[in-house]
């Protein structure tokens, strides 16, 4: 068996790339808001439903923009349970990350945790749509009006990801996507800020390339965050085959739980009722008492049967030495974080995964606790 990680990029038929590099040889255009530049924005703005579509280099520096476009300062309120780029977003803005505790189902912020750890200095709530599960969006909002503060998803794993038939990305003042390599549609590298008015949309733009309006007009001490045009155009390649991706990653979603759930101590996340889900991870948590091996005995296990797994996320984001030292970062204050980050893995997920390589991995998972038990019955042990 060839080795097989977590997740693999995919990639559009490399001749229909070449016809896109092509006008872009012709026309020189490289970047600066070019023709692709524009008609991803708007091809995106219909493919997700949302109003306005801010594109950017990668979604950490969309992240760090997006807090800045609402002048946020003092105290966030964020989730451990994400990718390292959350937190560091809040870290590169001089702004004091404040921890909430996890839900035991969906792996998300606990509205109820938010409420407990808010302060006079709070002005923000990040939180992280963790494996395209919405947040409790509509309790995180409620808590945000009575305290006048701002919401920012990190929506990195819910691309395409619909409530109710709408997109996950109209709620909070913000939320940011990542088209990195690892995700559903990728730009090699890339991201996105969704906001709801063009206002917004035109300081977000500022502060995205150095504040120009035009030639002489420098309108905000701006960066320089923007996606170049061989990113756009290959971001509107990409979705042309998003829908069959997505619905690639959902079968093989179905696989994995017909067949884990016949495996005692394995423990994976149900569709939620009302979502499109588009399938960027699959997570499962093992129990260890009852599966026979440890997480990490289990990860280990795998790899040495050529199955890369990985551990997101783990460690959690406040046991890393930056963070930990952080009133909120002790471990009391988030044992469901702590708990969730020490058993799970994200099994490998990618339209291009073969039947065998599903079958493999299922079978791998089966054995894995077979030889324990095996062993034991042979030792004596129950
Ligand atoms: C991927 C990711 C990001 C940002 O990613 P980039 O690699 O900078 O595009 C941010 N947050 C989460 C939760 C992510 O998974």
């Given amino acids: 068996m060839n080795n097989i990680y977590v997740t693999q990029p995919f990639l559009p038929p490399l001749d229909e790339f070449n016809e896109y590099m092509k006008q872009i040889w012709t026309s020189k255009w490289l970047t600066n808001g070019g023709q692709f530049h524009e008609e991803f924005e708007n091809a995106l703005c219909d493919y997700l439903g949302v109003k306005n579509v801010c ?113 996950v990305l109209n709620f909070g003042d913000l939320s940011v996507i990542s088209f990195h390599a690892t995700k559903v549609l990728n730009t090699f590298e890339g991201g996105a800020i969704i906001c709801h008015d063009k206002k917004m949309k035109r300081h977000i733009d500022d502060l995205k390339n150095f504040g120009f309006r035009d030639e002489t007009t420098i309108v905000a001490p701006g960066i320089n965050a923007k996606m170049n045009e061989i990113q756009a155009a290959f971001g509107m390649l990409q979705l042309k085959y998003v829908d069959e991706a997505i619905d690639r990653r959902k079968a093989i979603a179905e696989i994995y739980r017909e067949n ?53 996320f783990y460690p959690l984001i406040s046991n890393l030495s930056t963070y930990k030292g952080l009133k909120s970062s002790a471990p009391r204050n988030l044992p469901v974080a702590n708990d969730v980050a020490e058993r799970v893995i994200c099994l490998p997920l990618y339209p291009d995964l073969k039947k065998n390589e599903i079958e493999w991995i299922i079978d791998s998972i089966y054995m894995g606790n077979r030889v324990v038990s095996d062993r034991k019955q042979h030792l004596g042990i129950s």
């Fill in 55 to 167: 594109l950017f280099n990668n979604g950490t520096l969309a992240l760090i923009i997006a807090l800045k476009a609402l002048r946020i300062t003092g105290e966030v309120i964020t989730t451990p349970f994400s990718f390292v780029a959350t937190t560091h977003s809040l870290w590169w803005n001089n702004i004091k990350p404040v921890f909430a505790d996890i839900d035991r189902e969906t792996f998300n912020i606990d509205p109820e945790k938010i409420e407990d750890a808010i302060t006079p200095q709070t002005t923000g709530i990040m939180p992280v749509h963790v494996y395209g599960n919405p947040c409790d969006v509509k309790a995180i909002q409620e808590i945000a009006d009575i305290y006048n503060l701002k919401v920012i998803y990190d929506a990195a794993h819910a691309f395409g990801v619909t409530l109710n038939d709408e997109s």
């Fill in 260 to 312: 884990l759930i016949n495996i005692e101590g394995i423990y994976f996340q149900n569709d939620l009722p009302g979502i499109r889900q588009s399938y960027t991870y699959f997570p499962i948590l093992i129990d260890e008492k009852k599966y026979g091996k440890s997480r990490d005995e289990l990860y280990e296990y795998l790899k040495a049967h050529n199955i890369f797994g990985r551990r997101y």
